[in-house]
């Protein structure tokens, strides 16, 4: 993946944030705040609530360095985990508190759920595109969003018409396991340890 930062990089900087070393934090935010906040705003759809969140997962990471285990992916996928989480877990209880249904009448539950699952599949997406290959991204941008058909694409990028197809190809690939892949759980997650 274009953005994905190597496996080294992910021990290192938890092995600082683990000595308490704020300008580890500090790189860790520069690097990962976009990520976060982008994520958050997606599932929250709140400005305000995804600064709150951005806070809330940079506190938990910086409370928490050894809940990331370099064994089950990059550092990238469990700040996005644990981002989902949180900011999930800011809806389910804004829902609870603003809703006119008692918040434990199974129909509230599932409207909370149901938006919890939409707004988590929403943010997987968005996820799956800003860390995709620059070359797949550049191919799905210029045909979805700015309209163009595969040779049009093709010519853009400088690429034959056979490659700009298996860009898309592979680009809506990873785009579709969105819906169909929900974001990880982490045991050692943030809804689990406060």
Known sequence: M??????????????RLARGEAAALGELYDRFASLVHSLSHRVLEDEAAADRTTRDVFGY???????YDPKKGP????????????A???????HREEGPQSPDSP????????????ASTAARADYIVTSMPSSLRAALELTYFQRRDYRQTAR?????????????????QL???ATSHPMPAHSNGPGRSR
């Open 2 to 15: 274009a953005n994905e930062t190597p496996p080294r990089w992910d021990r290192k900087m938890q092995q």
């Open 61 to 67: 990471i910086w409370e928490n360095p050894h809940a």
């Open 75 to 86: 550092m990238r996928s469990w700040i996005a985990g644990v981002t989902q989480e949180i």
């Open 88 to 94: 999930a877990g800011r809806l389910r209880r804004q």
């Open 107 to 118: 129909e509230r539950r599932e409207q909370i759920e149901e938006k919890v699952r939409a």
């Open 156 to 172: 853009q990028l400088g690429v034959t018409e056979d490659e700009a197809r298996r860009r898309l190809r592979l680009g809506l």
């Open 175 to 177: 785009l579709s396991s």
